[in-house]
């Protein structure tokens, strides 16, 4: 039997953390919450509620009356997490130092960085519908905004998004726009990737035809597939796709079907977390 022990009393009460959408019941729920959501932390956290709940919700009067200390004495937002961190002690060190690192560096970024780094995280974090509506929210904020380079950054990662979801004509846009906003050569060549896997082989390549100066960049790009291909042959994922095809042309039929119902599953569940707010 595995026992864990917590740190502190487990709330009758949760704290709700508004901004990202979910409730805790003690202290370690509250550093996991911290840990996995770091990017998207800002100093709204830093309020006398959970600082209220910690101390008589969860009984840990010391750890509140640290937080209330630095909390009114405008405390740095790392510090108070990693305080927090610290004290209950679910993580190691270097996990702590992580989170630290990731808090100061969303410190030295304007507004606009800032909540497009929180979004980018979404995209990492598969949350793909909830980062696009993020994104055009933000373009919408940055339209004023005089440096192009953040808008085109913006443009590019939504792209991201959408290639994500095998929105590749929508991705291609995406990559056009950033390209139009900032002459980059990577934005081009996201731009004629998602082109090459929205087209047909014939509808593409009379599509680059049509171009003028891309050439190199088109040229560029097959290498570039090319290589990602062999580095697929060379993943687990291509050798379980020969092993189903034996299964499946060798007779072995209800292996391919068990584990197709088990791949099916996955897709789902990878497609509902993609599709979640």
Aim: with cysteine.
């Amino acid at each position: 039997m595995r026992v864990s022990i917590c740190v502190g009393n487990y709330a009758t009460t949760p704290y709700v953390m508004s901004g990202l959408g979910f409730s805790v019941y003690c202290a370690e729920e509250l550093c996991y919450a911290l840990k996995e959501n770091a990017f998207l932390l800002d100093t709204s956290l830093m309020n006398d509620t959970l600082v209220e709940w910690l101390g008589n919700k969860c009984g840990l009067k010391d750890l509140a009356q640290e937080l209330y200390s630095m909390l009114h004495k405008q405390g740095s937002l790392s510090g108070f997490v990693t305080l927090i961190m610290e004290y209950v002690g679910l993580y190691e060190e270097s996990t702590i130092r992580q989170v630290e690192s990731v808090l100061k560096k969303g410190a030295g970024l304007s507004g606009i960085e800032k909540r497009k780094g929180q979004i980018d995280y979404l995209v990492e974090k598969k949350r793909y519908m909830a980062a696009l509506r993020s994104y055009d929210a933000l373009l919408i904020q940055c339209r004023e905004v005089a440096d192009g380079h953040i808008r085109a950054s913006i443009l590019h990662n939504k792209g991201v998004a959408l290639t994500r979801l095998m929105l590749y004509e929508q991705a291609a846009d995406s990559f056009l726009l950033a390209y139009q906003e900032e002459a980059l050569e990577e934005h081009y060549m996201a731009y004629l990737a998602a082109k090459r896997m929205e087209l047909s082989e014939e509808e593409y390549v009379s599509f680059v035809a049509e171009l003028t100066n891309s050439y190199e960049t088109s040229i560029a790009l097959e290498r570039e597939m090319e290589k990602l291909e062999h580095s697929f042959k060379e993943q687990p994922e291509y050798q379980r796709l020969l092993i189903r095809k034996e299964w499946r042309s060798g007779g072995e039929k209800q292996k391919y079907y068990d584990d197709n119902e088990s791949l099916t599953q996955v897709l789902k569940n990878s497609y509902r977390s993609s599709m979640s707010e």
